[in-house]
Structures are given as structure tokens and as C-alpha cells.
């Protein structure tokens, strides 16, 4: 239900601004940034209602703490839970922006709705974008209830602001790159739905490049959850 909700907020944000005749189109950047920011923040209050107190909505998340915790048994769960949730988000934004998908001409509009693309394509220094980016939010999110930060944690419902902040900085300071997806089941699991899904004039749905955010958001989850049993 968690990551249901980020991609629901999140995607439909990118959808707002990207796809032609809605109220928010052409709003730019920083409006992408802030609401995939307040996506997180509601995924995650989302998640903790429904009954999970880690609240990950993120496999980055997920394999970092495991890593820093040395616990592997919530990644068989979590994981396939997450990317399910994605996929469903992803079929709601499709199916609340219904008059605007033969309305809009540019291919890569559509496919952005659903998953992240590079600005500028190069495989070796987009998953560095991605590790870097995930690398830096596994990071932050593990000193936010750090013992060093807060003896108590944050204050309830503080956290989730703080992680949907983390979030927010990232994509307005790195996310220019790659389009910051920064969680593996984000952008696989509505790229699935963009290739299942009879969107008018979809094209193609860029597998190519699919395994970029999910090898940086492994890669960059596990390396910051090294840093943090070896430093924290």
C-alpha cells in the first residue's frame, strides 16, 4: 500500500506536468521534485497505518538495512510487495489521466508518466547517477533514526517528513540526470504496466535501459548499508 501510494502521487505528478491538456502542464521541474517528495512522505505515513513499521516502499531501502542490520528474512516480502504496489499505482495513474494519453503526442511523455529515462544516455555514468542518488537516500534515511541523531528517534510522524524531504532534495540537487528513480520497484514496475497497458501512441517502453535504476538502486542501497554498520 506504501508504494502504491508514491507511485500513485509520484508518477501523477510527473503525469500532471508532462501530459498535454491538464491544469498543471509545463509546471516544470521543481513541481516534479516536490511532489515526489510529498509521495514519499504520504507512502510511507501510508504504510505504517496499514501495519508495516519499516516502511521501506523502496527495495533500496529494504537491502540496505538488511545489510546494515545483518537480517535478510523481510527482503523475500518486502521486495515482490513493493513492486506489486508499484504496478497498481501505476495502473490508477493511467487510469485517472485517461482523456489525456490521445491527446498527447510525444512518446517519451507517456513513457515517463510511468518510468525514469536519462537526459543524457550513457550507461556507465547513469548507474553512478542512480548508485550516488540511492546511495545518498539509504544513507540520510539511516542517520534520520539514527541513535546518533535522536536517542528516541524522531518524533512520530516526524520521520516520514524528514525521508519525503530527503527525497525532494534529491531530485532537485541530482535527479537532473536520470530523473532520480532511486528505487528499483518505482521504475520496473510501471515500466511493466507501460508495456502491458493500451496506452494510444505508447511506443516502446525502453528496456534497454531498464536495468539502470535497478542495478544503481541495489548497488547503491547495499553500498549504504555497509557504510552504515561500519560507521553508525
Same mark, same amino acid.
Given at each position: 500500500?506504501? @508504494?502504491?501510494? *508514491?507511485?500513485? *502521487?509520484? !508518477?501523477?505528478?510527473?503525469?500532471?506536468?508532462?501530459?498535454?491538456?491538464?491544469?498543471?502542464?509545463?509546471?516544470?521541474?521543481?513541481?516534479?521534485?516536490?511532489?515526489?517528495?510529498?509521495?514519499?512522505?504520504?507512502?510511507?505515513?501510508?504504510?505504517?497505518?496499514?501495519?508495516?513499521?519499516?516502511? $521501506?516502499? !523502496?527495495?533500496?531501502? @529494504?537491502? /540496505?538495512?538488511?545489510?546494515? &542490520? #545483518?537480517? =535478510?528474512?523481510?527482503?523475500?516480502?518486502?521486495?515482490?510487495? &513493493? *513492486?506489486?504496489?508499484?504496478?497498481?499505482?501505476?495502473?490508477?495513474?493511467?487510469? $485517472? =489521466?485517461?482523456? $489525456?494519453?490521445?491527446?498527447? &503526442?510525444?512518446?517519451?511523455?507517456?513513457?515517463?508518466?510511468?518510468?525514469?529515462?536519462?537526459?543524457? %544516455?550513457?550507461?556507465?555514468? !547513469?548507474?553512478?547517477?542512480?548508485?550516488?542518488?540511492?546511495?545518498?537516500?539509504?544513507?540520510?534515511?539511516?542517520?534520520? =533514526?539514527?541513535?546518533?541523531?535522536?536517542?528516541?528517534?524522531?518524533?512520530?510522524?516526524?520521520? %516520514?517528513?524528514?525521508?519525503?524531504?530527503?527525497?525532494?532534495?534529491?531530485?532537485?540537487?541530482?535527479?537532473?540526470?536520470? /530523473?532520480?528513480?532511486?528505487?528499483?520497484?518505482?521504475?520496473?514496475? %510501471?515500466?511493466?504496466? $507501460?508495456?502491458?497497458?493500451?496506452? %494510444?501512441?505508447? /511506443? #516502446?517502453? !525502453?528496456?534497454?535501459?531498464?536495468?539502470?535504476?535497478?542495478?544503481?538502486?541495489?548497488? /547503491?542501497?547495499?553500498?549504504?548499508?555497509?557504510?552504515?554498520?561500519?560507521?553508525?
Amino acid at each position: 500500500m506504501g @508504494t502504491l501510494v *508514491l507511485v500513485l *502521487l509520484g !508518477n501523477g505528478v510527473v503525469a500532471n506536468v508532462v501530459l498535454k491538456k491538464t491544469l498543471g502542464e509545463n509546471s516544470g521541474w521543481i513541481v516534479i521534485c516536490t511532489g515526489y517528495g510529498l509521495a514519499v512522505m504520504a507512502g510511507v505515513l501510508t504504510a505504517i497505518a496499514c501495519g508495516s513499521s519499516d516502511a $521501506h516502499i !523502496n527495495p533500496a531501502v @529494504t537491502l /540496505g538495512m538488511a545489510v546494515a &542490520q #545483518g537480517d =535478510f528474512s523481510k527482503v523475500a516480502t518486502y521486495i515482490p510487495a &513493493q *513492486l506489486l504496489g508499484a504496478m497498481v499505482g501505476a495502473l490508477f495513474v493511467w487510469l $485517472h =489521466f485517461m482523456p $489525456h494519453w490521445p491527446v498527447t &503526442q510525444d512518446q517519451g511523455a507517456k513513457l515517463a508518466c510511468f518510468s525514469t529515462g536519462p537526459a543524457i %544516455p550513457s550507461t556507465g555514468w !547513469n548507474i553512478f547517477s542512480e548508485t550516488l542518488g540511492t546511495f545518498a537516500l539509504v544513507l540520510i534515511i539511516g542517520s534520520i =533514526f539514527s541513535k546518533s541523531v535522536s536517542l528516541a528517534g524522531p518524533a512520530p510522524a516526524l520521520g %516520514p517528513f524528514l525521508v519525503g524531504a530527503t527525497v525532494w532534495g534529491i531530485g532537485l540537487s541530482l535527479g537532473g540526470t536520470t /530523473g532520480f528513480a532511486i528505487n528499483p520497484a518505482r521504475d520496473l514496475g %510501471p515500466r511493466i504496466m $507501460h508495456a502491458i497497458l493500451p496506452i %494510444p501512441g505508447k /511506443g #516502446g517502453s !525502453n528496456w534497454g535501459y531498464a536495468m539502470v535504476p535497478v542495478i544503481g538502486g541495489i548497488v /547503491g542501497g547495499v553500498l549504504a548499508g555497509a557504510f552504515i554498520k561500519a560507521v553508525f
